[in-house]
């Protein structure tokens, strides 16, 4: 091994040997070959129990020198759309999971899928649904005919289909058509620069030509079937790679073939097929669209936005506010290469700030499991909305604002939502606090594991109890190296603090209130230490002082003070439980705490001093 220009050159197999004290463990070279056939080493040492890696040498193919910017500007600037701050009405919604997304699957959606699919889609309450392209395949086809022929399309719902620009491919796309009630015939050719000079060569003459001809067929065999009401569609295909003046120029070309009227729109499709820009600038494309289209009254501008810069939602946003009034996407943003964009995130940003989705996500658990159904793909767990995850606080901080925010508008009866942390109310979603929000692992504070205990549990920890029982619960998510469950946190906190009667146990104890002392209470009980039974009496200022100076009377040594006393009851009703905290300390003062749970008060307080003083014998040792 050598090094040159800073760099180390080893060879495959070699030995490394280490200048400093501590020799490697362990080392190995790594082989790996890109694309082009350059092949790369990477050397993996371990150290300790740490391992490094050094790579050999940069990536020659990795050159940005080799991109520049290949979008379009508008040749006019238009931005009023950047002064308005949200969205005011929902857009209307196409879902494109029956195309867009079944065609990006692995293995694609069976007739029997697709058809479930699509009835749940109806469900969530979707008014557009892209079902395919009848054309192209018999399963498309057969999907559509079913469709029709057994009456699982809603009066109020439209089904959308796909054509290029193609006689023989239009008149079988009517054909599968044949008895819809209400349809979208969407038509597309690509017009970008790149597919004109390099797939197609073609002028942009030719292009347009191309579209006009679709557009006349559409018009021609829609007439051909009056007992159908037909909306047109027309996408410039990979628009955000096409000059605006030059998608402008085929789209009101499509739309002088179409004639729209108030009656019948004619929906015009500004696809960002790849992502090329930042969002701002395909919502600039959108205005300037939205400026020049003809008959602007009578047309639909819908957004069909992918996902390749990973900016989706941020296009459709920008684009609705720049004038779109239509969005086509998926649930959780399924789709060719990085996806579509996500209806489901669009609708709840919606959602959040006071507008109704017109789609009903609040059941976003089933959302995901039926997704996940049928699309053999898993929702992932930091996905807007839908994610295990998105919910959850492990955060000591966060948990502790989340519950006094949930605290606070609780005891202010809030009308409108306002919690840390928490841009959406969980419940309203289908989400529980108690599994989705508050979530315990080794960074976690006293507030989650007292939140946790409190609404899944129904004990209301002293605040002086917190910090301890937090540091217990998260030393065990720490040595574990795992998040501990609710009935994990519970397991351990019964264990350690609630009922703890070994060496010492109350058995039974009586108590009166003192003849001739004021204030003062007496108590005769029966008290097993290391399984040897005492009668004891006692009297002290209040039944735990009374408890206390009667165990003195034994041969043991009860090196505490008592240092205070809470109580709840655990349930509603009238005969529930009852939860006591009992805290003491030793001479050190060090508080220990215990805890009692009994039918009785009065018990459940007796039980809760046994248990912190055993837990105080843990340390002391004076019973041996």
């Known amino acids: 091994m050598k090094r040159a220009n800073g760099c180390w050159e080893f060879a495959e197999g070699s030995m490394v040997s280490h200048p400093g004290a501590n020799p490697y463990e362990r080392e190995e070279v790594m082989a790996f070959s890109n694309k082009s056939g350059t092949t790369e080493y990477t050397l993996r040492l371990l150290v300790g129990t740490k391992f490094l890696f050094l790579k050999k040498r940069r990536n020659t193919m990795f050159d940005h020198k080799k991109y520049q910017v290949n979008y379009y500007p508008p040749p006019e600037k238009i931005m009023d759309w950047a002064n308005k701050d949200h969205i005011e009405t929902a857009p209307r919604w196409c879902s494109v999971d029956l195309r867009d997304g079944n065609q990006a699957l692995i293995v694609p959606m069976s007739l029997e899928e697709k058809l479930e699919f699509f009835s749940y889609l109806v469900f969530l309450g979707f008014k557009e649904i892209e079902v395919g392209f009848p054309a192209a395949s018999d399963t498309e086809y057969t999907f559509l005919r079913t469709l029709i022929q057994e009456g699982l399309i809603p009066d109020d719902v439209k089904v959308q289909v796909l054509t290029q620009s193609r006689e023989h491919i239009i008149k079988k796309t009517f054909e599968a058509l044949e008895g819809c009630k209400n349809a979208i015939v969407h038509l597309y050719n690509s017009t970008s620069s790149a597919q004109r000079?390099?797939?197609?060569?073609?002028?942009?003459?030719?292009?347009?030509?191309?579209?006009?001809?679709?557009?006349?067929?559409?018009?021609?065999?829609?007439?051909?079937?009056?007992?159908?009401?037909?909306?047109?569609?027309?996408?410039?295909?990979?628009?955000?790679?096409?000059?605006?003046?030059?998608?402008?120029?085929?789209?009101?070309?499509?739309?002088?073939?179409?004639?729209?009227?108030p009656d019948n729109k004619v929906i015009i499709n500004l696809p960002s097929?790849?992502?090329?820009?930042?969002?701002?600038?395909?919502?600039?494309?959108?205005?300037?669209?939205?400026?020049?289209?003809?008959?602007?009254?009578?047309?639909?501008?819908?957004?069909?936005?992918?996902?390749?810069?990973?900016?989706?939602?941020?296009?459709?946003?920008?684009?609705?506010?720049?004038?779109?009034?239509?969005?086509?996407?998926?649930?959780?943003?399924?789709?060719?290469?990085?996806?579509?964009?996500?209806?489901?995130?669009?609708?709840?940003?919606?959602?959040?700030?006071?507008?109704?989705?017109?789609?009903?996500?609040?059941?976003?658990?089933?959302?995901?499991?039926?997704?996940?159904?049928?699309?053999?793909?898993?929702?992932?767990?930091?996905?807007?909305?839908?994610?295990?995850?998105?919910?959850?606080?492990?955060?000591?901080?966060?948990?502790?604002?989340?519950?006094?925010?949930?605290?606070?508008?609780?005891?202010?009866?809030?009308?409108?939502?306002?919690v840390p942390y928490l841009p959406v109310d969980p419940s309203d979603l289908g989400r529980e606090y108690e599994a989705d929000v508050i979530r315990i692992n080794s960074q976690s504070g006293k507030g989650g594991v007292a939140y946790i205990l409190e609404k899944n549990y129904g004990y209301l920890l002293p605040k002086a109890m917190r910090e301890e029982v937090g540091y217990l619960i998260k030393g065990i998510s720490d040595k574990k190296h795992k998040e501990l469950t609710p009935d994990e946190i519970f397991d351990v906190f019964d264990e350690e603090y609630i009922n703890y009667f070994r060496p010492l146990d109350i058995l039974d104890a009586t108590f009166k209130k003192h003849p001739q002392k004021k204030g003062m209470m007496t108590v005769t009980m029966e008290v097993a230490i290391n399984d040897e039974e005492y009668q004891l009496k006692g009297e002290g200022n209040g039944r735990l002082d009374a408890v206390s100076q009667a165990l003195k009377k034994t041969p043991y040594a009860f090196p505490y003070e008592f240092s205070t006393y809470?109580?709840?009851?655990?349930?509603?009703?009238?005969?529930?439980?009852?939860?006591?905290?009992?805290?003491?300390?030793?001479?050190?003062?060090?508080?220990?705490?215990?805890?009692?749970?009994?039918?009785?008060?009065?018990?459940?307080?007796?039980?809760?001093?046994?248990?912190?003083?055993?837990?105080?014998?843990?340390?002391?040792?004076?019973?041996?």
């Open 273 to 418: 097929t790849v992502q090329l820009s930042m969002p701002h600038v395909y919502a600039s494309q959108i205005a300037y669209m939205d400026a020049h289209l003809k008959q602007r009254e009578n047309l639909l501008i819908s957004l069909h936005p992918h996902n390749d810069r990973g900016t989706g939602v941020a296009d459709a946003e920008l684009g609705l506010l720049a004038g779109g009034d239509r969005i086509e996407g998926t649930l959780f943003g399924n789709g060719e290469r990085t996806g579509n964009v996500d209806i489901v995130t669009l609708g709840l940003n919606l959602y959040t700030h006071g507008v109704d989705p017109q789609l009903d996500f609040s059941d976003i658990p089933q959302v995901v499991s039926m997704y996940e159904k049928f699309t053999n793909l898993k929702v992932h767990p930091r996905q807007p909305y839908g994610g295990q995850l998105v919910f959850a606080a492990f955060s000591g901080s966060h948990q502790d604002a989340i519950a006094k925010g949930m605290d606070y508008r609780k005891k202010n009866q809030m009308p409108t939502w306002k």
């Open 197 to 261: 000079e390099q797939v197609f060569q073609k002028s942009k003459a030719d292009i347009k030509s191309i579209a006009i001809q679709g557009a006349h067929l559409i018009k021609r065999y829609a007439k051909e079937h009056p007992n159908t009401h037909f909306t047109f569609e027309y996408s410039p295909e990979s628009f955000t790679g096409t000059e605006p003046e030059y998608a402008l120029e085929v789209c009101n070309a499509v739309i002088d073939v179409w004639e729209p009227s």
């Open 566 to 624: 809470s109580e709840h009851a655990l349930e509603s009703q009238s005969d529930s439980r009852a939860a006591a905290y009992v805290a003491i300390t030793d001479e050190n003062n060090w508080v220990y705490w215990g805890v009692g749970l009994h039918d009785d008060i009065v018990l459940a307080s007796i039980n809760a001093l046994v248990s912190a003083i055993n837990r105080l014998n843990r340390i002391h040792h004076f019973i041996d």
